[in-house]
T-cell receptor, first 114, second 114 residues
Framework: AQSVTQLGSHVSVSEGALVLLRCNYSSSVPPYLFWYVQYPNQGLQLLLKYTSAATLVKGINGFEAEFKKSETSFHLTKPSAHMSDAAEYFCAVSDLFTGNQFYFGTGTSLTVIP | NAGVTQTPKFQVLKTGQSMTLQCAQDMNHEYMSWYRQDPGMGLRLIHYSVGAGITDQGEVPNGYNVSRSTTEDFPLRLLSAAPSQTSVYFC?????????????FGSGTRLTVV
């Protein structure tokens, strides 16, 4: 069975500082990996996805994530935090063969301090 | 270009009442699903469907029913509402198969059961 672990339910960074949100996955087959962002009182929006092409994936709003098979990780980064980045972030993994089932992490709430 | 549409956005129910949360998508997605989101627990899958006439249970199906009579619609029914069903509900859809395209989410229904 697949699973996702997001380390740190709350992360605070200063405006302009590096954002690093951690995600580790467990999968017996090559996975698809996703990061979603949820702004207050809104649905989830896809930030970026890894689907076995380039290991460094660039997404919207300046975010990127690197797939590291040896570490079973897919951490999300952004070089310089902006106030508008404050949101909940979810990592998710799906099965390579069917893509039917998604497994979400419990989420990381990002606070940006001015 | 509506995407995934959920209605209502907010609902208050009394214990024991029944109601239906509506979900419609206009992207011709085969796969549709319902999640509930609770603080600290991420998203948990309630029910899903891989096509019209086909539904299956997810992680937390008790107290909910679904049906899929058309490709576009996937309503979620609460048979007898309980306070434990107070949550935010999200409908999501996607194509089937090895596309790794990610799920498309609606904006959510915030349900309170008193």
């Amino acid at each position: 069975a697949q699973s996702v672990t997001q380390l740190g339910s709350h992360v605070s960074v200063s405006e302009g500082a590096l954002v690093l949100l951690r995600c580790n996955y467990s999968s017996s087959v090559p996975p698809y990996l996703f990061w979603y962002v949820q702004y207050p009182n809104q649905g989830l929006q896809l930030l970026l996805k890894y689907t076995s092409a380039a290991t460094l994936v660039k997404g919207i709003n300046g975010f990127e994530a690197e797939f590291k098979k040896s570490e079973t990780s897919f951490h999300l980064t952004k070089p310089s935090a902006h106030m508008s980045d404050a949101a909940e972030y979810f990592c998710a993994v799906s099965d390579l063969f069917t893509g039917n089932q998604f497994y979400f992490g419990t989420g990381t709430s990002l606070t940006v301090i001015p | 270009n509506a995407g995934v549409t959920q209605t209502p956005k907010f609902q208050v129910l009394k214990t024991g009442q029944s109601m239906t949360l509506q979900c419609a998508q206009d992207m011709n997605h085969e796969y549709m699903s319902w999640y509930r989101q609770d603080p600290g627990m991420g998203l948990r899958l309630i029910h899903y469907s891989v096509g019209a006439g086909i539904t299956d249970q997810g992680e937390v199906p008790n107290g909910y029913n679904v049906s899929r009579s058309t490709t576009e619609d996937f309503p979620l029914r609460l048979l007898s509402a309980a306070p434990s069903q107070t949550s935010v509900y999200f409908c999501a859809s996607s194509y089937m198969g090895r596309t790794g395209g990610g799920r498309h989410f609606g904006s959510g229904t915030r349900l309170t059961v008193v």
